[in-house]
Structure formats: C-alpha cells, structure tokens
C-alpha cells in the first residue's frame, strides 16, 4: 500500500501498515520502540503532517508520559536515526517516514498552508545532485530535498 496524504484514503490502514513495516524493521535491526517511542510515532502517523518537538511534547504531557523536553527530542531522534521519521529543516518539524525499513531517497512536498507533508520518490534527482557534485569533487554524504507548495485541497478555489 502507497500512502496518499493529498487524496483521501483509508488513514487507519495507513497508519497500521507503517507502524507493522516500522516494528519489522526495528526487530530485524535488534532495536526496539519503547511506549514512549511507540506513541511519538503513533502522534506522528496521526496525520500526514509534520510536528514540531514542543507539539509532540505536549501530546505526551496530555497523556502522562512526561513533560520535559528530552522526552520529546530522544524519541524523535531515535525515530530519525532509524529511519522512521524524518526531519523537514523547512518547518523544523518531524513526519513519519511512509516507507519505514526501505531505502529510499524522498523528496517532501509540503504544503504552505496546511503543513500536509508527502514522501516524493526521488531518486532521479538525488542521483543528478549526486553527478553535480562529484563533478565538482564532492561527495554528498546527506541531502534533504524539500518543495513547497499547495496541496490539492488548499489550492482548490473556496
């Protein structure tokens, strides 16, 4: 299943399906989410929109799972570094990676008004960035590509 965040779609098995590929992947990496981890993904999957950490926080706080900051910022942090979330510098927010365990090389478009993020295939143009920089001597080592425009439903006239 290819998760849709501009066109309507079936979010619970959305979210189940990145949550399963999620824990496969952590189990075949010997990591393991934590409740806290588990609920800042689950926060994360609740919409296809990305967080900020103190948004994050205070869902956490709501719920009884802590209110200082680090609770918020590891969680985040190990959800990045294992390839379940991904930061978008634009926003200095996180979204759940929609495709969790897989290598790939996305492109976030997001939305301007409603902060709606998508996960864009972007291989080609990683692969482009990659031959411009060689040319010049470089290697690119981490790169985030990020659009940003209207969603379907922002740009649709009232």
Known sequence: MDPQPFHDHDHHQCSD???????ASLAASGARLTPVR???????LEAHRAMGAYDVLQRLAAEGYGNQPPVAYR??????????AHRIQRLNAF???MHPGEAH??????CRV??????APAAPVRAALDGAA?????????????????????????
């Not at 409603?114 to 996960?119: F, G, H, I, Q, Y």
């Open 17 to 23: 399906a990145v949550m399963s590929q999620a824990e």
């Open 38 to 44: 588990r609920r800042v993904l689950e926060i994360l």
């Open 75 to 84: 969680a985040l942090d190990f959800l990045v570094e294992h390839g379940l």
């Open 95 to 97: 979204a759940a990676c």
């Open 105 to 110: 090389a996305p492109a976030f478009l997001i």
């Open 114 to 119: 409603c902060d709606t993020v998508a996960e």
């Open 134 to 158: 060689a040319d010049l001597g470089f290697t690119v080592e981490r790169a985030s590509i990020e659009a940003l425009g209207l969603c379907p439903a922002c740009r649709e006239p009232s």
